[in-house]
């Protein structure tokens, strides 16, 4: 059965720190990445995917990529107070039609 | 542009009773989902519809049933409601297998089951 493992936190960072989020997952088929935050009683929205192994920036936001060690993780720059939300790593296989979660992070930036 | 609208948002039921979720997305998607999430246990996929007329078992399967009425909608249905279905429910749609993957979420369903 395909797992996606992220540790559940909390994570707390200093405003203006980067703030480091990661995700390791078992099946090496997995193709598709991606990173969703979810604000507290709110429904979860994609910050980023990514498909090829590396580093895919998007203003405050990499997401980094290795197949060979099975890991993908976030960094967020410049840490924000409204950064402070939970978030989730999610895995596909190419075509497969579902995406499977970890239970996610909670991530807090302290002022 | 309402995206995926979920009702109802909030919803207490006794044990054995039944009640359907409703999902509608107005983004003219092929694929819909329902996910529940519980603390601790992340999204687990409950049913997904990869196209109009056809659905298939997600994680979590069992005690529930699914309906693609059309294109638009994509009702979830708990025939005899336990406590162990307690939960926040999200409907989930996306262009189709071959997309980003992004999936767009309603805003969910909070069901509590005494």
């Given at each position: 059965?395909?797992?996606?493992e992220?540790?559940?936190?909390?994570?707390?960072?200093?405003?203006?720190?980067?703030?480091?989020?990661?995700?390791?997952?078992?099946?090496?088929?997995?193709?598709?990445f991606f990173?969703?935050?979810?604000?507290s009683?709110?429904?979860?929205?994609?910050?980023?995917?990514?498909?090829?192994?590396g580093?895919k920036?998007?203003?405050?936001?990499?997401a980094?990529?290795?197949?060979?060690?099975?890991?993908?993780?976030?960094?967020?720059?410049d840490?924000?107070?409204?950064?402070?939300?939970?978030?989730?790593?999610?895995?596909?296989?190419?075509?497969?039609?579902?995406?499977?979660?970890?239970?996610?992070t909670?991530l807090?930036?302290?002022? | 542009?309402?995206?995926?609208t979920?009702?109802?948002?909030?919803?207490?039921?006794?044990?054995?009773?039944?009640?359907?979720?409703?999902?509608?997305?107005?983004?003219?998607?092929?694929?819909?989902?329902?996910?529940?999430?519980d603390p601790?246990?992340?999204l687990?996929?409950?049913?997904?519809?990869?196209?109009?007329g056809?659905?298939?078992?997600?994680?979590?399967?069992?005690?529930?049933?699914?309906?693609?009425?059309?294109?638009?909608?994509?009702?979830?249905?708990?025939e005899?409601?336990?406590p162990?279905?307690?939960?926040?429910?999200?409907?989930?749609?996306r262009?189709?297998?071959?997309?980003?993957?992004?999936?767009?979420?309603?805003?969910?369903?909070?069901?509590?089951?005494?």
């Amino acid at each position: 059965q395909k797992e996606v493992e992220q540790n559940s936190g909390p994570l707390s960072v200093p405003e203006g720190a980067i703030a480091s989020l990661n995700c390791t997952y078992s099946d090496r088929g997995s193709q598709s990445f991606f990173w969703y935050r979810q604000y507290s009683g709110k429904s979860p929205e994609l910050i980023m995917f990514i498909y090829s192994n590396g580093d895919k920036e998007d203003g405050r936001f990499t997401a980094q990529l290795n197949k060979a060690s099975q890991y993908v993780s976030l960094l967020i720059r410049d840490s924000q107070p409204s950064d402070s939300a939970t978030y989730l790593c999610a895995v596909e296989d190419f075509g497969n039609e579902k995406l499977t979660f970890g239970t996610g992070t909670r991530l807090t930036i302290i002022p | 542009n309402a995206g995926v609208t979920q009702t109802p948002k909030f919803q207490v039921l006794k044990t054995g009773q039944s009640m359907t979720l409703q999902c509608a997305q107005d983004m003219n998607h092929n694929s819909m989902y329902w996910y529940r999430q519980d603390p601790g246990m992340g999204l687990r996929l409950i049913y997904y519809s990869a196209s109009e007329g056809t659905t298939d078992k997600g994680e979590v399967p069992n005690g529930y049933n699914v309906s693609r009425l059309n294109k638009r909608e994509f009702s979830l249905r708990l025939e005899s409601a336990a406590p162990s279905q307690t939960s926040v429910y999200f409907c989930a749609s996306r262009r189709d297998s071959l997309s980003t993957g992004e999936l767009f979420f309603g805003e969910g369903s909070r069901l509590t089951v005494l």
